[in-house]
Nanobody, 124 residues
Framework: HLQLVESGGGLVQPGGSLRLSCTASGISLEHYAIGWFRQAPEKGREAVSAIDRSGGTRYSADSVKGRFTISRDNAKNTVYLQMNSLKAEDTGNYYC?????????????????WGQGTQVTVSS
């Protein structure tokens, strides 16, 4: 059974940090580009960051540039999203997507696999 699983979310104060992880069972993530998306209540889905299979190409939304860093460890079958200097507007459900051909950074595209998400709440 193929599954993407996110972890690392939680409640953090503004200015704090979290590291999210996206792991997989049933597939080897080294064959996939991975993207992180988020969705806040009553807001649309937003593409946050993405990384290609080799790690050589990365994408970050303007809203997170300089604060969030995506990376991957294929030996651990895991992709990370390091989030620093968190703001209240970063609150949302964060989930990862995997695709063999495309860099997952468009909200309208149905990529190969999606996780269920991990909740991030930034509040004092």
């Amino acid at each position: 059974h193929l599954q993407l699983v996110e972890s690392g979310g939680g409640l953090v104060q503004p200015g704090g940090s979290l590291r999210l992880s996206c792991t997989a069972s049933g597939i080897s993530l080294e064959h996939y580009a991975i993207g992180w998306f988020r969705q806040a209540p009553e807001k649309g889905r937003e593409a946050v960051s993405a990384i290609d299979r080799s790690g050589g190409t990365r994408y970050s939304a303007d809203s997170v540039k300089g604060r969030f860093t995506i990376s991957r460890d294929n030996a651990k079958n895991t992709v990370y999203l390091q989030m620093n200097s968190l703001k209240a507007e970063d609150t949302g459900n964060y989930y990862c997507a995997a695709d063999r051909l495309h860099l997952p950074r468009q909200v309208t595209v149905q990529y190969d696999y999606w996780g269920q998400g991990t909740q991030v709440t930034v509040s004092s």
